[in-house]
């Protein structure tokens, strides 16, 4: 069996203890409602946070991409026999890039799956193959990922989608996966697409130590809610902040705080743009008004 070496994961660093201990801080000293540079610079922790992890996950798919074994020719005449019954090659074969595709997502449990898709777009196998067998579409040209990378020729993060078969909201991130040979070099074998489980998101804000009425919230540039820290509204796919000043100016690459109304009642929102791969994402920290509290613009 071959032997890979895979690079060091920032995708895998989680927040440090002395960050929550900040942020618990930055939350408890704020009795007067305040909102000065800590705040902020949490946000901006929160940010640089989602940003290794993101670029780290796509570091990880890229090195895988460009292996040898990965960017070997696929076996198209064996997909055209077996595309319809086992949406994709069998478990057994090509197993070089099957391997590859198992380690990355054996080591790095923030990667739910990987898939490699033909430049037609037919999907050529997924890993863990589970994924592969309770696939209900065999050609994934549609998808604006697989657009994104083909169009770029480069690493593409697609929308926020929704999973199928588990229901879990997912990050898509895709790399071009070109040939090798002197004969052919620069060729397009295909596209290696990671599958990133926001859950992990969710979990690691909701560990946060919230003040009562505080709520955090991730929402990407198509107004998508990616995570939530208040675990009753994290369900609620239909919750829009699209009309929020602040998500706008975020989107503009502002940072800052307002208060403005979400849901009925007053809010003070600090904001926080996160540049994702090709993207942008945002960060909301809300706190209730109260009577005594100041603010600054």
């Not at 705040?39 to 940010?47: A, D, E, G, P, R």
């Not at 430049?119 to 209900?136: A, K, R, V, W």
């Not at 790399?175 to 295909?190: A, E, K, Y």
Request: hydrophobic share 40%; glycine share 4%; aromatic share 8%.
């Amino acid at each position: 069996m071959m032997s890979i070496l895979l690079p060091l994961d920032s995708f895998s660093i989680s927040l440090s203890d002395s960050f929550f201990n900040t942020t618990e801080s930055n939350l408890s000293n704020r009795t007067n409602g305040t909102v000065d540079n800590s705040t902020l610079l949490s946000l901006k922790v929160l940010t640089n946070s989602l940003e290794n992890r993101l670029q780290g996950a796509a570091s990880m798919l890229e090195f895988a991409a460009n292996l040898s074994e990965m960017r070997s020719i696929p076996n198209a005449s064996l997909l055209n026999a077996t595309l319809e019954t086992l949406h994709g090659i069998p478990p057994d074969s090509d197993l070089q890039k099957r391997i590859i595709a198992q380690k990355v997502v054996s080591y790095y449990p923030e990667i739910a799956g990987i898939s490699f898709i033909m430049p037609n777009g037919d999907t050529y196998f997924m890993e863990p193959y589970s994924l592969q067998s309770n696939q209900t579409k065999n050609n994934l040209a549609f998808r604006d990922y697989f657009k994104g990378a083909i169009a770029s020729n480069d690493t593409y993060l697609g929308d926020i989608i929704t999973s199928t078969s588990s229901g879990l909201k997912r990050a898509i991130i895709a790399v071009p996966v070109f040939s090798t040979n002197d004969d052919d070099s620069g060729v397009l074998r295909g596209v290696l697409v990671g599958s990133i489980d926001l859950s992990l998101l969710n979990k690691e804000i909701q560990s946060l130590n919230l003040s009562q009425g505080q709520r955090i919230v991730y929402v990407d540039s198509n107004n998508t809610k990616i995570a939530d820290s208040d675990k009753r509204s994290s369900t609620n796919n239909d919750e829009s902040f699209f009309n929020l000043e602040s998500f706008q100016n975020a989107i503009k690459g502002m940072s800052g705080s307002m208060v403005e109304e979400v849901n009925q009642e007053k809010m003070l929102i600090s904001y926080h743009p996160m540049d994702a791969i090709q993207n942008r994402w945002i960060i909301l920290w809300m706190q209730p008004i109260t009577s005594d509290i100041n603010y600054l613009h």
